[in-house]
T-cell receptor
Framework: GAVVSQHPSRVICKSGTSVKIECRSL??????MFWYRQFPKKSLMLMAT?????????EQGVEKDKFLINHASLTLSTLTVTSAHPEDSSFYIC???????FGQGTRLTVV | AQKVTQAQTEISVVEKEDVTLDCVYE???????LFWYKQPPSGELVFLIR??????QNEISGRYSWNFQKSTSSFNFTITASQVVDSAVYFC????????????FGDGTTLTVKP
């Protein structure tokens, strides 16, 4: 079946640094991928829709300059959290194809 | 606007009991998809089922079954003879059947199955 691979699964970074999260479709091409954020014991919040070869579409309230999304190929989308702060600590998860297929998620901790 | 309501925040059952997780949705779209996902403590989201709004047939997969009632906008999920490994957070989601369709998730139901 279709598989989406997300890396890293966990990352700890210092305040002010940037962190890149990768989302790869392993056995299919994904012109569209979705990035979600999940706070502890909360639901998934759609952050943006990543479109191959064009700009991402961000949801209302999501800072474009803070959360940079690049969908450079049909199998790879990246989310970069720039100048991370402790309040950016969260679980980030990508999906493709419906979203029936999710990546494993990335737990980001900013210290 | 879309909305998915999972009124049960937490459910606790004893192993082998049957348990039903409720999901009620709101949408103005005439065609849409409904999903259920399982999120175990490890965090990854596991896809369980996708149902097209045109198909109101109930579905059974092993110990899992789903009851889709379009008239009441509900898509309930039943686990029969629950097991400890079923302990997880379960999410119901709705997506309109368009190219730009965005999924809306419910707040999730935390199921704890005690031995």
């Amino acid at each position: 079946g279709a598989v989406v691979s997300q890396h890293p699964s966990r990352v700890i970074c210092k305040s002010g640094t940037s962190v890149k999260i990768e989302c790869r479709s392993l056995d299919f091409q994904a012109t569209t991928m979705f990035w979600y954020r999940q706070f502890p014991k909360k639901s998934l919040m759609l952050m943006a829709t990543s479109n191959e070869g064009s700009k991402a579409t961000y949801e209302q309230g999501v800072e474009k300059d803070k959360f940079l999304i690049n969908h450079a190929s049909l199998t790879l989308s990246t989310l970069t959290v720039t100048s991370a702060h402790p309040e950016d600590s969260s679980f980030y998860i990508c999906s493709a194809r419906d979203p029936s297929v999710f990546g494993q998620g990335t737990r980001l901790t900013v210290v | 606007a879309q909305k998915v309501t999972q009124a049960q925040t937490e459910i606790s059952v004893v192993e082998k009991e049957d348990v039903t997780l409720d999901c009620v949705y709101e949408t103005r779209d005439t065609t849409y998809y409904l999903f259920w996902y399982k999120q175990p403590p490890s965090g990854e989201l596991v896809f369980l089922i996708r149902r097209n709004s045109f198909d109101e047939q109930n579905e059974i997969s092993g110990r899992y079954s789903w009851n889709f009632q379009k008239s009441t906008s509900s898509f309930n999920f039943t686990i029969t003879a629950s097991q400890v490994v079923d302990s997880a957070v379960y999410f119901c989601a709705l997506r309109p059947n368009t190219n730009a369709g965005k999924s809306t998730f419910g707040d999730g139901t935390t199921l704890t199955v005690k031995p």
